[in-house]
C-alpha cells in the first residue's frame, strides 16, 4: 500500500488536472456556441447557391465546356485535409489522418507511388504528420484558424481554382470533419473541383428546375457564379471542422473531469484505509508499550 505521502500527492496532482480540463471544457462550449451559430447560419446559403448553380448548369448544353466542370483523366491529385491546430480534442485530428491515408490508398495509390499525389495541409497536426511520413506537402494554412472569417478562405480558394485551371491538378478533394452536434463529427470527402455532382444529376435536376431569365447569359453567369460557391464551399468545410474542433474538445475534456473525479474517489478511498491504518498501529504500538511497561 502506498504511503499516505504518496496518496496525498496523487490527489493534489489529480485535483489540479481536473481543474485544468473543467476551464478547458467551459472556454470549449463558449468558443462552440459561436462556431455553431456560425455554421447553421452559413448552411443555408450554401446550399441555396448550390441549387441556383444546380438549375443553370442543367439548363448548359454542354457545361463540360466550362473549365470548372472538365472532366480530365485523373493523373495529378490534390487532398486537403483539414484538422486543428492544437491537441486535447480526442480523436478529431486522429480520425482525419486516418481517412486521408485511407482514401488514399484505396483511391489513389498509383498517383501516391508515381509522385503524382500532393496534399495541402489546413490545420498544424496534419502538417506535422503528413511533412513527418514521406508524403508531399506542398504548403499549410495553418494560420486561417487563427482568424477564420469568409475574407481571409478567398485567397486559399482562388490558389486551389488556379491551380485547377492551369491544369497543374485534375481532381481536388477536401477532407474534413462535418459538425453535427457537440459528441458527433461526420468526417466528410468533399470533391472541391472538377464540379461534377452537378452535372452528375443532370436529368433529375431538369424535372423540378426552376425557369430563370438570364442577363447576360448562362455561361458568363456560371464563370462568375462557380467562383463564388467555391469560395463558400471553402469555407464552409473550414466553419465546420472549427465547430467540429470545438464539440470534440468539450466532449474529450468533460470525459477527462468525470475520469479525474472517478481516480479521486479511489484515491480518497486509499488514504482513509491508509490513514485508518496508520492510526491503528500507532495504537497497537501505544498500547504494546504500555503493557511492556507493567510487565
Known sequence: MASLKEVRTRIESVSSTQQITSAMKMVAASKLRRAQMAILKLRPYAAKM??????????????????????????NVLLIPVSSNRGLCGAFNSN???QTTKHIQANYADQFKEGNL????????????FSAN??????????????LTFENTVPLANIIMDLFIKKKYDKIEIIYNQFKNAAVQIITVEEFLPVSSYKESKEELVKTQVNYLFEPGKEQILD????????????????????????????????????????????KLSYNKARQASITNEILEIVGGAEALKG
Open 50 to 75: 448550390e441549387e441556383i448553380l444546380h438549375d443553370i448548369s442543367s439548363n448548359v448544353e454542354d457545361s463540360n465546356e466550362n473549365v470548372y466542370f472538365q472532366q480530365r483523366e485523373i493523373k
Open 96 to 98: 482525419i489522418i486516418k
Open 118 to 129: 500532393d496534399i495541402l495541409c489546413i490545420g498544424k497536426k496534419v502538417s506535422d504528420f
Open 134 to 147: 514521406n508524403f508531399n506537402v506542398i504548403d499549410n494554412y495553418d494560420h486561417l484558424f487563427d482568424k
Open 224 to 267: 462568375e457564379l462557380i467562383p463564388k460557391i467555391l469560395n463558400v464551399q471553402i469555407y464552409k468545410a473550414l466553419t465546420d471542422s472549427s465547430a467540429s474542433e470545438h464539440g470534440a474538445r468539450m466532449t474529450a475534456m468533460h470525459q477527462a473531469s468525470d475520469n479525474a473525479a472517478e481516480i479521486l474517489k479511489e484515491l
